[in-house]
């Protein structure tokens, strides 16, 4: 069973910045692609950023530029590195992660940015 476990959530000020961690419990480069949604309530779950296996990048529209997605194959994790962070990117963020079957989730980490 492949378990994600995301930590760096946490509150700061509408400018600053956060670093988001997914640790896999497995080699990450198995996975199809890798990516970090976000909720809030009501509703449903967005893709903020993605990465492939190959490590092409995508990016939600209101992020780009400001968000950047990484992997490091060796310690089994991803990143998302959060700069000029808005009140609006306030948000439950899930690591996703997606194989040729399956589909696996973290258990959410909070973001929450004040004005």
């Known amino acids: 069973q492949v378990q994600l476990v995301e930590s760096g959530g946490g509150l700061v000020q509408a400018g600053g910045s956060l670093r988001l961690s997914c640790a896999a419990s497995?080699?990450?480069?198995?996975?199809?692609?890798l990516g970090w949604y976000r909720q809030t309530p009501g509703k449903e779950r967005e893709l903020v950023a993605g990465?492939?296996?190959?490590?092409?990048?995508n990016y939600e529209d209101s992020v780009k530029g400001r968000f950047t997605i990484s992997r490091d194959s060796a310690k089994k994790t991803v990143h998302l590195q959060m700069n000029s962070l808005k009140p609006e990117d306030t948000a439950v963020y899930y690591c996703?992660?997606?194989?040729?079957?399956?589909?696996?989730w973290g258990q959410g980490t909070q973001v929450t940015v004040s004005s």
């Open positions: 996703n992660a997606r194989d040729f079957l399956h589909t696996y």
């Open positions: 990465i492939t296996r190959g490590g092409s990048t």
């Open positions: 497995t080699n990450i480069l198995w996975f199809n692609t």
